[in-house]
């Protein structure tokens, strides 16, 4: 499986009928590093929060964590159908379920991508002074003008960028197009993506 | 013996004279005593009675009246009062032998008197304990047949101290004895001289009486402490000390102290009585860490004004943990300050008082007043300083301990870099990771199209 990160059009190659298992194994790990660095940051500012809200600190965390866990699975079920859907416009065939097991190997680099900015956000977060924490949302605006911040972002779309690379190997290989076509139904949802997180970087 | 009223009366049937020994004095004569006796001569008759002698011979007495010529006539139912006197110069029962003659008839008068030596006597019983004040009896007892008057006794010490030195004890029947309370404080073994003054027979008379005395020592005070007394620093510790007094007597100004390495309380107990037992908290803050050796010295005075010393040793282990400390101290630099938060607790025994947390922090000095924290018990304080670059804080507990001392115990803790400096850190970490991140991705996506040109 590690041949899918530096050879991804061998790997997938060699692989012709990937099972799903392998994919919903690598989404989920990805889920794990997720909840574990949101049940991290959600534990260091509860020390924070109103004494109102102190007793549902613990609900607060579990189901914090818990999304967090299941968001990758989301994100890889919406862009698998992304990817589905716009392969129609370049004669994609096969099923969804094959573009699903294809594209699950593209959320490797993501985790480490998670593992890089969460032990980061966590580090600036614990250098920040919570002690006000009233207005949840004007301290979001300050957490991410923090130049470490910008600069964990610029990391992450990196690591996205690596992401789609295997995604394009993944769907041309799952649909059976073009890779020239595949750039395109990569790079539309996953630009879009990477888009926005520069705006948030440069704006 | 006492010979008054006894009559002797010897009449010749034809004389029809009577004789009386009406009173002798005194009646229970010492030897040395002169003696006098009256006799009266009764005429019962109706005729004139001439006495035309008297013969005394004092079979024992030495007779200072040997014998009376024409002593005179006794008219008709009249008397006649002659005074006979007599030296006693020994002891003993002597009937000394008087005889009456008149004309041809001779009467005889034989009264018996007793000399007797025996004066009165004290007798000490209790045994006198040594540098006490001792509140005992002695006995005054009157061996001899007749009474004894007017009784004062004065006691003359030598170096003793006594009291009363002077007693009127009244009366002394025959045979009689009574007990007299009195005090006597003695530093050593010493004898009292007993000076018994009284009356017997209306004769005044003194002897001095050296009664014999038995001595003990003192029993002295009783000071129990505790042999090992462990306890933190600057903590509050008590000895808890008592005070028996053994003696007889109270004791006075007792005076109980620590001598050592400790700040300490003095405890001033004005008096304690006899037999009484007085229990004391002798309180202290050691200030010195380690094993060591403390004295608890006590004074006190008896009622002579004799001063008493004494030192009694009591290990003490005092450990380091100090009787307040910190606990959860957090430190949290912020862009623009650093924050020292944290508690100050009292693991001791008593209460502290002004508590006052100060921080010196860079150039920056501040403090927090706590105030009065109770054993067991805690109080948060909070340190809020200009940012600095300074990579440590000193924390100062300043304190009253239970003396009313001020304590000062020092903390040095390490203060985190302020958020500017890890923030540049932090943007270091950052650019290399991100290089080399870039470095990775470049590499793998430049690899894989590479490998997907070379396979097609």
């Known amino acids: 499986m590690f041949k899918v990160i530096y050879d991804p059009d061998g790997f997938f190659t060699e692989l012709k009928d990937p099972p799903l298992r392998d994919s919903i194994l690598i989404v989920g790990i990805n889920g794990i590093v997720a909840g574990f660095i949101a049940y991290e940051g959600i534990r260091y500012i509860s020390d924070f929060l109103p004494h109102e809200a102190q007793a549902f600190i613990p609900l607060i965390t579990v189901a914090g964590a818990i999304f967090a866990f299941l968001t990758p699975y989301v994100k890889w079920i919406i862009l698998t159908a992304l990817f589905y859907l716009i392969g129609m416009f370049f004669n994609r065939k096969e099923g969804f379920r094959r573009h699903l097991a294809f594209t699950g190997y593209g959320f490797i680099p993501l985790i480490a991508k998670d593992l890089i900015s969460g032990f980061f956000s966590i580090n600036i977060l614990k250098s920040l002074d919570l002690t006000s924490l009233n207005d949840i949302s004007s301290y979001r605006e300050t957490f991410s003008s923090i130049p470490g911040i910008k600069i964990s972002e610029l990391i992450s779309i990196l690591f996205i960028l690596w992401s789609a690379n295997i995604m394009v190997f993944g769907v041309a290989k799952a649909g059976e197009i073009r890779y020239r076509d595949a750039i395109i139904v990569v790079g539309i949802p996953v630009g879009t993506i990477i888009l926005y997180s520069l705006s948030k970087v440069i704006l | ?456």
């Open chain 2, 1 to 456: 013996m006492n010979l008054l009223g006894l009559l002797f009366i010897l009449m010749a049937m034809n004389t029809g004279i009577a004789a009386e020994v009406t009173s002798v004095h005194p009646a229970h004569p010492f030897p040395g005593d002169t003696i006098g006796m009256e006799i009266s001569l009764i005429n019962p008759g109706s005729d004139p009675l001439k006495i035309d002698e008297i013969n005394i011979y004092g079979n024992g007495l030495k007779v200072l009246t040997s014998s009376i010529k024409d002593p005179g006539t006794i008219p008709p139912d009249g008397t006649l009062n002659l005074n006979l006197i007599f030296h006693a110069e020994k002891e003993g029962l002597f009937s000394p032998l008087i005889i009456i003659r008149s004309g041809e008839t001779a009467i005889r008068l034989q009264p018996q008197i007793s000399v007797e030596s025996t004066p009165p006597g004290i007798i000490v019983s209790d045994t006198i304990r040594l540098r006490e004040m001792n509140n005992i009896n002695f006995t005054v007892f009157n061996p001899r047949a007749g009474p004894l008057n007017n009784v004062i006794v004065e006691i003359i010490p030598r170096n003793a101290i006594v009291s009363p030195q002077s007693l009127y004890i009244g009366d002394l029947e025959a045979y009689s004895s009574v007990s007299i309370p009195f005090s006597c404080y003695f530093k050593q073994p010493d004898s009292l001289t007993f000076k018994v003054k009284f009356y017997s027979d209306s004769t005044e008379r003194e002897i001095s009486l050296t009664p014999e005395l038995r001595f003990m020592e003192s029993r002295g005070v009783k000071i129990d402490v505790p042999e090992k007394v462990k306890i933190g620093r600057y903590d509050s510790g008590t000895l808890n000390i008592t005070v028996t007094n053994l003696r007889s007597d109270s004791i006075y100004n007792i005076s109980l102290r620590i001598e050592g390495d400790v700040d300490h309380e003095d405890i001033y107990i004005p008096e304690i009585k006899p037999s009484e037992i007085r229990s004391a908290a002798l309180k202290f803050v050691p200030y010195k860490q380690g094993k060591y050796t403390l004295n608890v010295f006590y004074s006190y005075e008896d009622l002579s004004g004799a001063i008493y010393e004494g030192r009694i040793p009591v290990k003490l282990n005092v450990t380091e943990n100090p009787v307040i400390g910190l606990s959860g101290v957090e430190v949290k630099a912020e862009k623009t300050e650093v924050r020292v938060l944290g508690d100050v607790i009292n693991t001791g025994h008593s209460s502290v008082s002004g508590v006052i947390v100060e921080g010196r922090y860079g150039e920056e000095n501040k403090s927090y007043f706590v105030g009065k924290i109770d054993p067991s018990d805690f109080n948060s304080f909070e340190l809020i300083f200009p940012r600095d670059n300074s990579t440590d804080i000193l924390l100062k507990i300043k304190f009253t301990d239970s003396l009313g001392k001020v304590r000062t115990i020092t903390h040095l803790i390490p203060a985190p870099l302020p958020p500017e400096i890890n923030e540049n850190e932090f943007r270091t970490t950052y650019m290399m990771v991100g290089i080399l991140s870039a470095i990775i991705v470049a590499l793998a996506v430049g690899l894989s199209w590479r490998k997907r040109k070379e396979r097609s």
